[in-house]
């Protein structure tokens, strides 16, 4: 005997009704017999536990297909098994996508139906006990493994513990380098899509022509090189969470296509013709103002309303210098063990110039420069003398070709500045720092080539030759 628990059991058929209660019962659950849409819903809506609700699907008044909609809105976490009649393809699959967790066909199988309760009934607890887990790991390393204690981000961190579970769309804004898309699989993984898939997808790194069939996949044949059907990460995201990042990045086109896709739920392959049902959750994410975009014509306002439901904004690491020592402690315990190192501990000065630095690249700098120091280390202890010297001096790395002479200068200390310029010390530090290199550049500041070499061509710096890498 496995799991037991309270089923709710849905059916106008009181002998077929009656014969599955029989079966259930046998297996130690506790059932609660209802003949029609209207009753169980009043179950659902009552204080009553209610672990699993097995429902046919074609019923007098309240069909289960309706009844499957209310009850996904009212109990989420509740297993849902829909009785389609036999044959009906067309039934068991809309079931599925309206978000029915299995079906059976009539006439039922008790043994089968007691095997598929069990099933649903143990991954909804391999669910629960996953999210209990969670829980005590966050008083011990952070939520979802993102380190940080400072008032700023425990901010950050309420809202996506409120926001998690709702199926709001939420468009993350923060600079390169500040974790996004931990934050998106932050939320994925404590939302009700927990047990879907988490599909993430860089606008930037790809280009136009091709970002579309990314997005929506293609039909054999579409173009050239389309050698076979490829399922596209909207299809993919199916059921579970779609996150796309550089969102800014999208065309024009893409932009329509997006908003009609969040407008109808259904997208078309490229190169087909049939229109595919498709229940995801959007997760957005950018590093520009969204706002300017959309007054500079860049960007759809009725999109942008579309993803910004739920905001969230996470600070740059300069406003929250507090949590540097967590941070680089997180890291070299990483890195010890990725590398094989033992460094032990640090020389104050060391971390009295890491707080002293601005950090344009964020958290992403950090980690990389927290790398470094683990690998080239000599003992266990870290010194202020390791670090290079734009890092030990809290400067600027010398200018590369092109690039301002303004930025080869090193303030002796920092102070609040516009973001675009924030951004633009970010981009040239870190090219500096890849020796020009712009692949590994586009690669350390999490941004795409293409967005990497504008925003370069904006700020006049030649190129350099290494594109084709």
Known sequence: MGLTARILLVDDDDG???????????????????DGGEAALAVLTSDQAVDCVVTDVRMPGMDGYELLRRARSLRPEVAILMVTAFGDVDGAVRALQDGADDYLTKPVNLVELRRRVEQQLERRSLVQQKQELKERLEKLVGFEGIVGRSPAMERVLERVRVVAPAPSTVLIVGESGTGKELIANAIHEHSTRAAG?????????IP???????LFGHERGAFTGAHQRRIGKIETANGGTLFLDEIS?????????????????KITRVGGNDEIVVDFR??????????????????????YFRLRVVPV??????????????????FIERFNRDLGRRVERLEPALMTALKAYAWPGN?????????NLVLFATGPKLLRA????????????????????????APESWAPRPMDELEREAILRTLAFTSGHRAKAAHLLGIGLRTLQRKLKEYGVAQSGDEAE
């Open 16 to 34: 077929s009704r009656n014969a599955m209660a029989i079966g259930l019962r046998r297996s130690g659950h506790e059932v609660i017999e209802r």
């Open 197 to 205: 898939k988490f599909v993430a997808l860089n606008c930037g790194a």
């Open 208 to 214: 136009g022509e091709i970002l579309e069939a990314e």
């Open 249 to 265: 990045e999208l065309s024009a086109d893409l932009q329509v296509k997006l908003l009609r896709v969040l407008e109808e739920r």
């Open 282 to 303: 959007l997760l957005a994410a950018t590093n520009r103002d969204l706002e300017r975009e959309v007054s500079e014509g860049r960007f759809r306002q009725d999109l």
């Open 313 to 330: 904004t996470i600070p740059p690491l300069r406003q929250r210098q507090e949590d540097i020592p967590l941070l680089v402690s997180h």
């Open 363 to 371: 958290v992403r700098e950090l980690r990389n420069v927290v790398e």
């Open 386 to 409: 390791d670090l290079p010297a734009e890092y030990a001096m809290s400067g600027v790395p010398s200018a590369i070709g092109g690039a301002p002479a303004a930025i080869a200068a």
